[in-house]
């Protein structure tokens, strides 16, 4: 059963087509995750969903029939960047945003108190917006995105900017989201993190969908006759092995594509030979990294890599 | 366009704009504004009227001292010590031999200045000034009406004519304005109308341009905040504007009713005297009207100034461009205030129900004259449909406006928005 639906959906500015005959659906009670590398189409495909744009053609689909007000009624939003008015008091900005999704009440103010009592911020209520660090604005915009108990949440870069603490934190209430029967939908560019959260992935890239489906089924399409290595030594001599099809180097990782699947046991048995000491060796593996740059060419592979190590 | 989600932007703008400091401090200022400039006014005429001059006045015949010397004894200034004068009687050729001798003082300022009046001024009223500063007109203005009465003493001198008749030739014209209207009673009418209609040209320029600047300062820091996003991940675009929109004029409104109520409180009961010429004349219905007409208006410039607001990602690049939009608040002000003049001139009439300019003019010129009331209909006819003709632009660009960034879009590309589908 699917929750909602993107029907090829186009979306231009000017000359610039931004999302190019998208579509993709996402099930209900899933963890979602819409990737691709930055200017890829993501927040332009995010923004239609959210009826903030009007797609040029095509439509989204709740249940049956286009959205309208009543879904943004029922989502929450955390944008990529944070949007909160600096002279506000926190309180006061949470039951505001709640307001704007028709919720208000006694019980709203003590679901409230509760998260902020979660995210240790509960001594901070009455402060300024403009008075708290860059974190905790952050922390106080992901309440404001789910206070109102929205049936989607849809997060945009939800982890930047945030310490390991607070990443696992958050981590834990998206689980727990999801336990609940929320729909979450990722938009990231880091694929450690997709991979890790997500059930289902759809890829994006220069405004089109390149890959889409649940996150099992694409790794088992895409990882037979790949072995992921980590290494230490010299392996140059493979090149031109006629076993071999593709090496890619991933920085951490090694990538190398065999032509049959029965090679796989000889790739390793010429690595041995060759005194290659090898510390980790997955046949039959591949990230959702090696599989976005098998996808959409490696222009992406340090900078990706670089921003990973930041989180 | 108006529902709970409206609702509760509307009440955020309140609570931000109305329970702050500034909004006190701006509704207690200008009215202390207005007062200091008033006493700053009588200051400058009770300094002027102070100032003390020195004058020698030579004329050519014993009458015509004698006549001088009459009249300026009676004359304020000299009654008061301000002014010193000495006269003489001398020739046109003596006066030229003497006057290098007198040079000095004038120099020195010792003296002000030396009325030569020549026996002429029986045919041509032209005298000769010699000063430091020969343009005194403030010095012309006070000493030419007791001149004037002294060379008609002389001049009608031995002609049988009564003391009374010549008194009265020598007296200058005065108006006593009444005011013409629809009802029954003509009203001698004072200054209290004319200050009256400058403070209606003050008050609601100062508020337009306060509270379109705070709104466009607003949608830009929204913009700028990204917090625009996530308000439209709630409400559409046309709620927000509104919202924001009713916000401020409401916050304007109130701060306009403020400022007025003094206004009303003299008019409508006796606490508050005034002497006789600054009575008021104007109706409690006048004043609603201006609030009315000034809210509808209102509405239209702060819907302009929101979009100005959304097209730019900073308040330096809005303020170069909003030129336009400050002359549509800035133009009508100087026709307002010129309109003292001729209340019933071409200009003043068109403007009072012209789009934009009513707003302003219209009150300005219901206090100095008596407006039928089908032009009060149409100034608000057309308010109502200037805004209702602004808006749908206003919207479709304030909508694409306040979700881009980056390079400022010249007014080409802005037009261009109006074709996007959104």
Same mark, same amino acid.
């Given at each position: 059963?699917?929750?909602?639906?993107?029907?090829?959906?186009?979306?231009?500015?000017?000359?610039?087509?931004?999302?190019?005959?998208?579509?993709?659906?996402?099930?209900?009670?899933?963890?979602?995750?819409?990737?691709?590398?930055?200017?890829?189409?993501?927040?332009?495909?995010?923004?239609?969903?959210?009826?903030?744009?009007?797609?040029?053609?095509?439509?989204?689909?709740?249940?049956?029939?286009?959205?309208?007000?009543?879904?943004?009624?029922?989502?929450?939003?955390?944008?990529?960047?944070?949007?909160?008015?600096?002279?506000?008091?926190?309180?006061?900005?949470?039951?505001?945003?709640?307001?704007?999704?028709?919720?208000?009440?006694?019980?709203?103010?003590?679901?409230?108190?509760?998260?902020?009592?979660?995210?240790?911020?509960?001594?901070?209520?009455?402060?300024?917006?403009?008075?708290?660090?860059?974190?905790?604005?952050?922390?106080?915009?992901?309440?404001?995105?789910?206070?109102?108990?929205?049936?989607?949440?849809?997060? @945009?870069?939800?982890?930047?900017?945030?310490?390991?603490?607070?990443?696992?934190?958050?981590?834990?209430?998206?689980? @727990?989201?999801?336990?609940?029967?929320?729909?979450?939908?990722?938009?990231?560019?880091?694929?450690?993190?997709?991979?890790?959260?997500?059930?289902?992935?759809?890829?994006?890239?220069?405004?089109?969908?390149?890959?889409?489906?649940?996150?099992?089924?694409?790794?088992?399409?895409?990882?037979?006759?790949?072995?992921?290595?980590?290494?230490?030594?010299?392996?140059?001599?493979?090149?031109?092995?006629?076993?071999?099809?593709?090496?890619?180097?991933?920085?951490?990782?090694?990538?190398?594509?065999?032509?049959?699947?029965?090679?796989?046991?000889?790739?390793?048995?010429?690595?041995?030979?060759?005194?290659?000491?090898?510390?980790?060796?997955?046949?039959?593996?591949?990230?959702?990294?090696?599989?976005?740059?098998?996808?959409?060419?490696?222009?992406?592979?340090?900078?990706?890599?670089?921003?990973?190590?930041?989180? | 366009?108006?529902? $709970? $989600?409206?609702?509760?932007?509307?009440?955020?703008?309140?609570?931000?704009?109305?329970?702050?400091?500034?909004?006190?401090?701006?509704?207690?200022?200008?009215?202390?504004?207005?007062?200091?400039? &008033?006493?700053?006014?009588?200051?400058?005429?009770?300094?002027?009227?102070?100032?003390?001059?020195?004058?020698?006045?030579?004329?050519?015949?014993?009458?015509?001292?004698?006549?001088?010397?009459?009249?300026?004894?009676?004359?304020?200034?000299?009654?008061?010590?301000?002014?010193?004068?000495?006269? /003489?009687?001398?020739?046109?050729?003596?006066?030229? /031999?003497?006057?290098?001798?007198?040079?000095?003082?004038?120099?020195?300022?010792?003296?002000?200045?030396?009325?030569?009046?020549?026996?002429?001024?029986?045919?041509?009223?032209?005298?000769?000034?010699?000063?430091?500063?020969?343009?005194?007109?403030?010095?012309?203005?006070?000493?030419?009406?007791?001149?004037?009465?002294?060379?008609?003493?002389?001049?009608?001198?031995?002609?049988?004519?009564?003391?009374?008749?010549?008194?009265?030739?020598?007296?200058?014209?005065?108006?006593?304005?009444?005011?013409?209207?629809?009802?029954?009673?003509?009203?001698?009418?004072?200054?209290?109308?004319?200050?009256?209609?400058?403070?209606?040209?003050?008050?609601?320029?100062?508020?337009?341009?306060?509270?379109?600047?705070?709104?466009?300062?607003?949608?830009?820091?929204?913009?700028?905040?990204?917090?625009?996003?996530?308000?439209?991940?709630?409400?559409?675009?046309?709620?927000?504007?509104?919202?924001?929109?009713?916000?401020?004029?409401?916050?304007?409104?109130?701060?306009?009713?403020?400022?007025?109520?003094?206004?009303?409180?003299?008019?409508?009961?006796?606490?508050?005297?005034?002497?006789?010429?600054?009575?008021?004349?104007?109706?409690?219905?006048?004043?609603?009207?201006?609030?009315?007409?000034?809210?509808?208006?209102?509405?239209?410039?702060?819907?302009?100034?929101?979009?100005?607001?959304?097209?730019?990602?900073?308040?330096?690049?809005?303020?170069?461009?909003?030129?336009?939009?400050?002359?549509?608040?800035?133009?009508?002000?100087?026709?307002? &205030?010129?309109?003292?003049?001729?209340?019933?001139?071409?200009?003043?009439?068109?403007?009072?129900?012209?789009?934009?300019?009513?707003?302003?003019?219209?009150?300005?010129?219901?206090?100095?004259?008596?407006?039928?009331?089908?032009?009060?209909?149409?100034?608000?006819?057309?308010?109502?449909?200037?805004?209702?003709?602004?808006?749908?632009?206003?919207?479709?660009?304030? $909508?694409?406006?306040?979700?881009?960034?980056?390079?400022?879009?010249?007014?080409?590309?802005?037009?261009?928005?109006?074709?996007?589908?959104?």
């Amino acid at each position: 059963m699917y929750a909602l639906k993107v029907q090829n959906v186009t979306k231009t500015f000017g000359n610039l087509r931004a999302v190019d005959d998208v579509s993709f659906s996402i099930p209900e009670g899933s963890i979602f995750g819409l990737i691709g590398r930055n200017g890829a189409g993501k927040t332009t495909t995010i923004r239609m969903m959210m009826n903030i744009y009007l797609p040029d053609s095509g439509e989204i689909v709740l249940q049956g029939s286009k959205i309208g007000q009543e879904f943004k009624d029922m989502v929450g939003y955390l944008p990529e960047e944070r949007g909160l008015y600096r002279k506000m008091k926190v309180l006061e900005t949470l039951l505001f945003f709640s307001e704007l999704k028709g919720k208000k009440g006694k019980g709203l103010e003590k679901r409230a108190n509760e998260l902020l009592e979660k995210f240790q911020l509960i001594d901070r209520r009455n402060s300024k917006v403009e008075d708290l660090s860059k974190g905790n604005q952050q922390k106080i915009q992901f309440i404001a995105t789910i206070l109102h108990e929205p049936e989607f949440i849809i997060l @945009d870069e939800p982890f930047s900017g945030l310490d390991p603490i607070n990443t696992n934190l958050l981590k834990e209430i998206i689980l @727990d989201l999801k336990k609940q029967g929320k729909v979450i939908i990722f938009s990231t560019h880091l694929m450690d993190f997709a991979e890790k959260m997500c059930d289902h992935i759809a890829m994006i890239d220069k405004g089109k969908i390149i890959m889409n489906g649940s996150l099992p089924e694409i790794k088992s399409k895409y990882s037979q006759r790949n072995v992921s290595i980590n290494y230490s030594g010299d392996i140059s001599f493979l090149k031109g092995n006629p076993i071999i099809e593709k090496i890619a180097d991933y920085g951490n990782s090694t990538g190398i594509k065999v032509k049959e699947p029965q090679d796989v046991q000889q790739l390793l048995k010429i690595l041995v030979n060759n005194n290659i000491s090898i510390s980790k060796f997955n046949a039959n593996e591949i990230t959702l990294q090696e599989i976005f740059i098998e996808l959409a060419g490696d222009e992406i592979v340090t900078n990706t890599y670089s921003e990973v190590k930041h989180v | 366009m108006f529902n $709970r $989600r409206t609702l509760t932007i509307i009440k955020r703008e309140l609570r931000e704009k109305v329970l702050t400091r500034s909004f006190i401090v701006m509704t207690l200022l200008v009215p202390l504004l207005f007062v200091g400039l &008033i006493f700053i006014q009588i200051y400058l005429i009770s300094y002027d009227s102070n100032t003390t001059a020195s004058l020698k006045i030579i004329s050519e015949t014993n009458i015509l001292t004698q006549s001088m010397q009459k009249q300026f004894s009676q004359f304020p200034p000299v009654e008061s010590n301000h002014y010193k004068i000495s006269y /003489l009687t001398m020739s046109k050729k003596d006066f030229d /031999l003497k006057l290098p001798s007198m040079k000095k003082d004038l120099l020195s300022e010792k003296l002000t200045g030396i009325v030569f009046v020549p026996k002429s001024v029986d045919s041509v009223k032209l005298l000769d000034y010699y000063s430091k500063n020969p343009n005194n007109n403030s010095l012309f203005d006070k000493i030419k009406s007791p001149i004037n009465k002294a060379l008609i003493d002389v001049h009608f001198e031995g002609k049988k004519l009564s003391n009374k008749e010549i008194s009265y030739a020598s007296e200058n014209v005065n108006f006593s304005g009444y005011r013409m209207t629809e009802g029954k009673h003509i009203k001698a009418e004072g200054e209290g109308n004319q200050a009256l209609s400058f403070i209606f040209s003050f008050l609601l320029y100062l508020s337009l341009l306060f509270s379109g600047t705070i709104i466009m300062r607003s949608v830009i820091q929204e913009k700028n905040n990204k917090i625009v996003e996530v308000l439209l991940s709630s409400l559409d675009s046309k709620e927000l504007m509104s919202g924001k929109i009713i916000g401020s004029a409401i916050t304007a409104l109130a701060q306009m009713a403020i400022w007025l109520l003094p206004l009303m409180l003299i008019i409508s009961t006796s606490w508050i005297a005034l002497p006789p010429n600054f009575a008021l004349d104007v109706t409690l219905f006048q004043i609603f009207y201006v609030l009315m007409n000034f809210f509808i208006g209102l509405i239209t410039f702060l819907g302009l100034f929101a979009m100005v607001g959304s097209i730019f990602d900073n308040d330096q690049d809005a303020q170069s461009s909003i030129w336009p939009l400050m002359l549509l608040i800035i133009i009508p002000l100087y026709i307002g &205030i010129s309109m003292q003049n001729n209340p019933e001139g071409m200009i003043g009439k068109v403007a009072s129900m012209f789009p934009f300019a009513s707003i302003m003019v219209m009150p300005a010129r219901m206090a100095l004259v008596d407006v039928p009331i089908w032009q009060f209909i149409v100034a608000i006819a057309v308010n109502l449909g200037t805004m209702f003709l602004v808006f749908p632009f206003a919207g479709k660009i304030y $909508r694409i406006g306040i979700l881009r960034s980056g390079k400022k879009p010249s007014w080409n590309e802005v037009i261009k928005w109006l074709k996007y589908k959104y």
